[in-house]
C-alpha cells in the first residue's frame, strides 16, 4: 500500500449519516503527519473539508462545522470523518491527504465517493 485508502463512502437520503475512513500506509509513522479531508463534487474545485494535527486537534470548514467530526487513530493508523445531517451539497469525491510534519511529499488517496440524494 503505497498511498491512503478511503473507504465508506455510498448513497445516503438527506440528512443521512455516513462515517468515511481513512487508512494510512503501513510504512510510515502515522503520527507524524497531520492529515486533512478535501472533497470534489462535479464541476467544482477541490474544497478542503476538515484537517486534524497529530495531536488530535481538528479544524472544519464552515460548511460541514457542527455537523461533520474529524479523528483520529495514531495507533491503528486510521483517520475518520463522521458526517451528520448530509445535504445534497456534500455530494463529492472525498479525498484523504496526509501532510509530514518534517520533510517528506504530501500523500493523496483515490477517493471515495458521497452521494446525498432523495
Known amino acids: 500500500q503505497e498511498r491512503p485508502v478511503e473507504s465508506g463512502g455510498g448513497l445516503v437520503q438527506p440528512g443521512g449519516s455516513l462515517e468515511l475512513t481513512c487508512t494510512a500506509p503501513?510504512?510510515?509513522?502515522?503520527?507524524?503527519?497531520?492529515a486533512h479531508w478535501y472533497r470534489e463534487a462535479p464541476g467544482n474545485e477541490t474544497e478542503w473539508v476538515a484537517s486534524?494535527?497529530?495531536?488530535?486537534?481538528?479544524t472544519y470548514a464552515p460548511s460541514v462545522k457542527g455537523r461533520f467530526t474529524i479523528s483520529r487513530d495514531n495507533r491503528e493508523g486510521t483517520m475518520t470523518l463522521q458526517m451528520n445531517d448530509l445535504k445534497p451539497a456534500d455530494t463529492a469525491k472525498y479525498y484523504c491527504?496526509?501532510?509530514?510534519?518534517?520533510?517528506?511529499?504530501?500523500?493523496w488517496g483515490k477517493g471515495t465517493l458521497v452521494a446525498v440524494s432523495s
Open positions: 486534524i494535527t497529530s495531536s488530535s486537534r481538528p
Open positions: 491527504n496526509l501532510v509530514p510534519l518534517g520533510s517528506g511529499l504530501p500523500m
Open positions: 503501513s510504512r510510515i509513522i502515522f503520527s507524524h503527519y497531520t
